[in-house]
């Protein structure tokens, strides 16, 4: 295990069990890194694949038998105060955090003849001001010379077009600018910021149609897994991973689209 267990890190949008948040929290706290989670329910109950009450809870349940120190908050994200809130109660209940994963995500359905500006700003709120501002407050709190590291997660906008979902493909792929501009801000902080595409992965809310639809694009056989994201990430917030900013990472398994 390397040594991480004096760093902390703040992971957003971990409202399920199967979801890649989820996986991120279990996969650092296995390496020792503190972890502090927020999530919000309100959002999961009104998607299709919905949230139990009681899933953060029994997170937070599981990532303590790793024997490192766990909190969690709930909090809307798109509340102005949200983000600065956030990072003062990282610094109070755990301390000065290292390691930011914007998780956190807005979204639903809509194309260019049905979309509303309640969309585009429901999405903009959670996908691009979120993100923007609890990065900002996070290097603000940044205080070590080097080892900061701002993970964002993206869905490869770039890579092709996504139907049926403009709002989201639109904030979301804005992530991949704001990712490169912040790498440069920071790097004199000591703080290297990366985004990571994940490709389409079954948190859940997969029918089996879709399934079935999206397998011949893995070459690999078989759908992403939350654990393969996860598991780049616990290598993008490695120090053996210093040298590495800027960059938007294709975590997907070869899919081909």
Not at 18 to 37: Q, T, V
Not at 97 to 114: C, E, G, H, Q
Not at 195 to 201: E, L, V
Request: hydrophobic residues 40%.
């Amino acid at each position: 295990m390397r040594d991480t267990k004096n760093k902390i890190a703040v992971v957003t949008g971990v409202s399920r069990l199967s979801g890649i948040g989820a996986a991120i929290c279990r996969e650092l706290a296995r390496e020792g890194y503190s972890i502090f989670f927020t999530y919000w329910t309100n959002y999961d109950k009104e998607m299709p694949w919905s949230v139990e009450q009681d899933e953060p809870v029994t997170l937070k349940e599981e990532l303590l038998e790793e024997g490192v120190q766990i909190a969690c908050m709930e909090i809307d994200l798109t509340q102005e105060d949200a983000p600065n809130l956030l990072i003062q109660k990282v610094i109070e209940q755990l301390g000065e955090p290292d390691i930011l994963v914007n998780n956190a995500a807005f979204s639903t359905s809509n194309d260019v003849l049905t979309i509303t500006a309640k969309d585009l700003d429901q999405h903009y709120l959670v996908n691009i001001r979120a993100t923007t501002l609890v990065s900002s407050y996070f290097a603000r709190s940044f205080t070590k010379k080097s080892g900061g590291r701002i993970i964002n997660l993206t869905s490869g906008q770039f890579k092709g077009p996504m139907p049926g979902e403009l709002a989201y493909a639109t904030t979301k792929g804005a992530i991949d600018a704001l990712t490169i501009t912040l790498s440069a801000e920071l790097a004199p902080l000591g703080i290297t910021v990366n985004a990571i595409n994940p490709g389409p992965t079954d948190t859940g809310w997969m029918t089996e149609e879709i399934k079935n639809d999206l397998l011949p694009q893995f070459p690999f056989g078989r759908i992403g897994e939350p654990r393969d994201v996860a598991r780049a990430i616990k290598f993008l917030v490695s120090d053996e991973a210093e040298w590495i900013t800027g960059q938007i990472i294709h975590s997907e398994g070869g899919f081909r689209r």
